[in-house]
Antibody, heavy 121, light 107 residues
Framework: QLQLQESGPGLVKPSETPSLTCSVS??????????WGWIRQAPGKGLEWIGS???????YYNPSLKSRVTISVDTSKNQFSLKLSSVTAADTAVYYC?????????????WGQGTLVTVSS | EIVMTQSPATLSVSPGERATLSCRAS??????LAWYQQKPGQAPRLLIY???TRATGIPARFSGSGSGTEFTLTISSLQSEDFAIYYC?????????FGQGTKVEIK
C-alpha cells in the first residue's frame, strides 16, 4: 500500500530556505508511470499546486512560485524534496506531497498527511 | 492560468438530502476535472476524475458531471461522514489549479 510521509523544519524564520522531504513507501519513486507533486494549503485557505517532478528529474512549477522553488528527486532514498527560498509569512501553510495519476501529471491520486511550516521571526 | 470558481461557498444540508456543488472554469478544461473531499485535519481525498469517473473505493452516492467550463458534484443522500470541504481541480492546462472549495455543513 502506497504511503507518503512529509517531513520538514516546522518553524522557519523569514528569508530562510526551508527544505521539505517526502518519503515514499509501498512503491518505487523510480516507476516510469508516475509524477510526484507538492501542494500547499495556508491556514483556513484552499489548495495551491506548487510543482511536480518525474523520477528522471523533469519538473513542472507553478509560475507564481517558480523563481523560489526547487523540486528534486533522490531515487536511492525513494524520496523527493521541495526547497522554497526567501520565505515570508505568506508561505506559512500545510505542505502536502502527493502522487499523480498513472502515466500523467494530472490529478492527485494519493496524498501524504501534510506537514505544517510556520514562517515567523 | 485557469481560474476555478466554486459555488456556493457553504452548503447547509440535512442528512439524507441531496447536495449539488458547482465548479466553473474560466476557460474550457474539456473533461479534465477532478473533485476532492477534505475533512478537518486530513489530507484531501480523490473522489472523481475525468469529470465523472469515481476513484477506487468511492461510494456510488458521489457522482460528477459536466464538461467544458461547467461541472457538478452531486451527493445523492448525504451521510454523516460526507460533511466536509470539497475542491475541484483542473488538469487541462498548466499550472494545475483548484477551486476555493465548498463547505458542506449539517443543516
Amino acid at each position: 500500500q502506497l504511503q507518503l510521509q512529509e517531513s520538514g523544519p516546522g518553524l522557519v524564520k523569514p528569508s530562510e530556505t526551508p527544505s521539505l522531504t517526502c518519503s515514499v513507501s509501498g512503491g518505487s519513486i523510480s516507476s516510469r508511470s508516475y509524477y510526484w507533486g507538492w501542494i500547499r494549503q495556508a491556514p483556513g485557505k484552499g489548495l495551491e499546486w506548487i510543482g511536480s517532478i518525474y523520477y528522471s528529474g523533469s519538473t513542472y512549477y507553478n509560475p507564481s512560485l517558480k523563481s523560489r522553488v526547487t523540486i528534486s528527486v533522490d531515487t536511492s532514498k525513494n524520496q523527493f524534496s521541495l526547497k522554497l527560498s526567501s520565505v515570508t509569512a505568506a508561505d506559512t501553510a500545510v505542505y502536502y506531497c502527493a502522487r499523480h495519476a498513472p502515466d500523467s501529471a494530472e490529478y492527485f491520486q494519493h496524498w501524504g498527511q501534510g506537514t505544517l511550516v510556520t514562517v515567523s521571526s | 492560468e485557469i481560474v476555478m470558481t466554486q459555488s456556493p461557498a457553504t452548503l447547509s444540508v440535512s442528512p439524507g438530502e441531496r447536495a449539488t456543488l458547482s465548479c466553473r472554469a474560466s476557460q474550457s478544461v474539456s473533461s479534465n476535472l477532478a473533485w476532492y473531499q477534505q475533512k478537518p485535519g486530513q489530507a484531501p481525498r480523490l473522489l472523481i476524475y475525468g469529470a465523472s469517473t469515481r476513484a477506487t473505493g468511492i461510494p456510488a452516492r458521489f457522482s460528477g458531471s459536466g464538461s467544458g467550463t461547467e461541472f457538478t458534484l452531486t451527493i445523492s443522500s448525504l451521510q454523516s461522514e460526507d460533511f466536509a470541504i470539497y475542491y475541484c481541480q483542473q488538469y487541462n492546462n498548466w499550472p494545475r489549479t483548484f477551486g476555493q472549495g465548498t463547505k458542506v455543513e449539517i443543516k
